[in-house]
C-alpha cells in the first residue's frame, strides 16, 4: 500500500545509494594532488593502514570516514552509517524498464525506513542543485549521472514502509547509468560494506 505523495522531477535520484546507498561502489579522485579533498582522501587511506604496517585494507568499520564528501552535512553522514551498519534490513527491489528504472527501498524498521527516505529526497535536492556530494566510496557511476541529470526524469512515491523512485531517460547511454548504479546500490544493500571493499580492491586502490 503506498501513500499518494508523488514528486516529479527533472533530475537524477542518485540512489542509492544507499546507494548507494549510495552511492557508493568505487573510490574516486577528484581534484588535483593538493586539493582538499586529496588531502583528505589521502589521509583517511593512510590512517587505515596504520597498525598493520601498511599491510592489507582495515577500513574504520566504526567511524567510517569514507561517507563523509566536500560538503556533506552531519545528517547525510548519519543517513549513509545507518544504512551501512543495517543493511541487512533493507528490502530492495529493481525493475528494469526500457527507458530506465523503477526502484523499491524499504524496512521494516521505522529508523531504517526514515534513513532510507531522508537519504534519497537529499540526494534528489542536491541533483536538483546540481551539487554532487562527492562522497570519498561514491561510485564513478554517480559522477556521470550527475553530468546528464537534466536528461533523466525521476518520479518519486512515499509507501508504507519506504520510498519508490522511478527514473527514465530518451538517452540509452543514461538509462545504461541508471540501470547500473541501481545495481551497485542494490549490492550495497544486500552485503554493505563488504560490497564497498570488493570493487575498490578490485580496481586497483
Known amino acids: 500500500m503506498t501513500r499518494t505523495i508523488i514528486i516529479k522531477i527533472s533530475a537524477a535520484a542518485a540512489f542509492m545509494a544507499i546507494g548507494a546507498l549510495l552511492t557508493f561502489g568505487f573510490l574516486s579522485h577528484r581534484g588535483g594532488p593538493d586539493s582538499e579533498y586529496s ?40 543517513d549513509l552509517k545507518r544504512l551501512f551498519r543495517q543493511h541487512e534490513a533493507i528490502e530492495r527491489q529493481v ?36 551539487r554532487n556530494p562527492e562522497v570519498m566510496i561514491q561510485s564513478p557511476t554517480l559522477d556521470a549521472i550527475f553530468k546528464v541529470y537534466d536528461q533523466i526524469d ?36 544486500d552485503r554493505g560494506m563488504v560490497a564497498v571493499h570488493e570493487r575498490m580492491t578490485s580496481h586497483g586502490h
Open 95 to 130: 525493475s528494469l524498464l526500457p527507458n530506465g528504472i523503477r526502484t523499491i527501498t524499504a524496512s521494516q524498521s521505522d529508523v531504517v525506513r526514515d534513513a532510507i527516505i531522508s537519504h534519497v529526497t537529499m540526494m534528489v535536492t542536491r541533483l536538483q542543485e546540481g
Open 39 to 78: 588531502r583528505h582522501h589521502n589521509a583517511h587511506h593512510r590512517a587505515e593502514h596504520m597498525g598493520s604496517g601498511g599491510a592489507g585494507h582495515e577500513h574504520d568499520e566504526i567511524n567510517m570516514p569514507g561517507l563523509n564528501g566536500r560538503d556533506t552535512t552531519q545528517q547525510e553522514v548519519d
Open 154 to 189: 525521476t518520479e518519486i512515491e512515499l509507501t508504507d514502509t519506504g520510498i519508490a523512485v522511478i527514473q527514465t531517460s530518451e538517452n540509452p547511454d543514461v538509462v545504461s547509468l541508471l540501470q547500473t548504479h541501481a545495481a551497485e546500490v542494490s549490492d550495497m544493500s
